[in-house]
Structures are given as C-alpha cells and as structure tokens.
T-cell receptor
Framework: DGGITQSPKYLFRKEGQNVTLSCEQN?????MYWYRQDPGQGLRLIYY???????QKGDIAEGYSVSREKKESFPLTVTSAQKNPTAFYLC????????????FGPGTRLTVT | QQQVKQSPQSLIVQKGGISIINCAYE??????FPWYQQFPGKGPALLIA?????SEKKEGRFTISFNKSAKQFSLHIMDSQPGDSATYFC??????????FGAGTRLFVKA
C-alpha cells in the first residue's frame, strides 16, 4: 500500500527538550511538506522540500528544523526555541508543486508540558 | 493578500439536506482551488478541486461552484449523510509549492 506514515501518533515532551517527528512516504513523490494544525486556524506551512537535499521555510518556520537526505523521508525537529509547540503536526507529499493533490499522513499530536 | 477566508466555522445539517461552505480569496494569482475533508484524528484527504477556467465541477454529491469575478468559491454537498460529518478545508494555490488553507468548517449531519 502506498502512502505516508507518521510516527508516533502521540508524543509527550517536557519543555526545553528537542523532539523529532518522523515522516516517511513510498509514493515516489518529489515534494514533501510539514504543516501545523491548531483549532480554528486551519493548516499552516512550516517547511517544504521540492527535492532531496533542498528545503524551504514556510510561513511559521521559527523554532523548527528539517532535513531531506532521502526522497522517502522528511523528519521535523521541534526545538526548544519554538514558543508554543503543542499542536497537531501533519506531513504531506505531492508529485509536484501546489497545483497538485497533497497526500497527508495521519498526523502526530505533540504535547509539551 | 495570501488569505483564504472560509465560512461558516461550523454547520449543522439534517440528513438529506444540502451543506454549503463558502470561501473567498484576494490573490488573483491563485490557479488551483482544492477542498480537503478531514475526519477526527486523521490527516486531510482531497475531496474535489477546480481550476479557474471552469465555473462548476461536480463529483457525485459534491459540487464546487467558482465565481472568478467575485473571487469566491463554494462547496455544496447534496443529500448530506451522517458519514459526511467532518471538517472541510478550502484551499488555494498560486502554483509553486505553497497552498493557503482556510480555517476549516466543522460539519455535523444529524440523522
């Protein structure tokens, strides 16, 4: 089955700790994205990657970092610099740019206390 | 302007009724307008999408109406069913790799 996997589904961390969220796809898509979802605010773009070894900041990149060493993988690190990290994080991929369907993973709910 | 404004925030419809969700945008460079459906605890999934060269697109019970001059587009769900209860997001893309999402509409269809 082709798709996107995110792990873990739920993640709990103490304030001040960095945490890495996993995202893997087997759709052979070049583009991958990370979004943050908060109640009543829709999806906001954190980072995106058009191709391996390349990534660009989205609208809310501060306090986050990413890497794209393999086509299949696009991990997101939530650093201690992120002021309000508790949220639902969604990874997505697409064949090409914004005019193509984005396929989303099931999400990771991060709670930082 | 990169915003996409979506309304209403929540919607309750009787089974068999029509659900209507509206979105408005300002950036005339947007050229792709998808709608995504999200069930609780899941990631969104593409429901239907339209490009600005057509005024309407229908797929089963779901229809997008597009008004380019008014910079508005809407989703109509005919014969709404309890299984349609979900959060719906409109979105718009100017090409490139950015998609702007609306804030979402929580739809509840009463049996």
């Amino acid at each position: 089955d082709g798709g996107i996997t995110q792990s873990p589904k739920y993640l709990f961390r103490k304030e001040g700790q960095n945490v890495t969220l996993s995202c893997e796809q087997n759709l052979n898509h070049d583009a991958m994205y990370w979004y943050r979802q908060d109640p009543g605010q829709g999806l906001r773009l954190i980072y995106y990657s058009q191709i391996v070894n390349d990534f660009q900041k989205g609208d809310i990149a501060e306090g986050y970092s990413v890497s794209r060493e393999k086509k299949e993988s696009f991990p997101l690190t939530v650093t201690s610099a992120q002021k309000n990290p508790t949220a639902f994080y969604l990874c997505a991929s697409s064949v090409g740019g914004g005019s193509y369907e984005q396929y989303f993973g099931p999400g990771t709910r991060l709670t930082v206390t | 302007q990169q915003q996409v404004k979506q309304s209403p925030q929540s919607l309750i419809v009787q089974k068999g009724g029509i659900s209507i969700i509206n979105c408005a945008y300002e950036n005339t460079a947007f050229d792709y307008f998808p709608w995504y459906q999200q069930f609780p605890g899941k990631g969104p999934a593409l429901l239907i999408a339209i490009r600005p060269d057509v005024s309407e697109k229908k797929e089963g019970r779901f229809t997008i109406s597009f008004n380019k001059s008014a910079k508005q587009f809407s989703l109509h769900i005919m014969d709404s069913q309890p299984g349609d209860s979900a959060t719906y997001f409109c979105a718009a893309s100017p090409g490139g790799f950015k998609t702007i999402f609306g804030a979402g509409t929580r739809l509840f269809v009463k049996a």
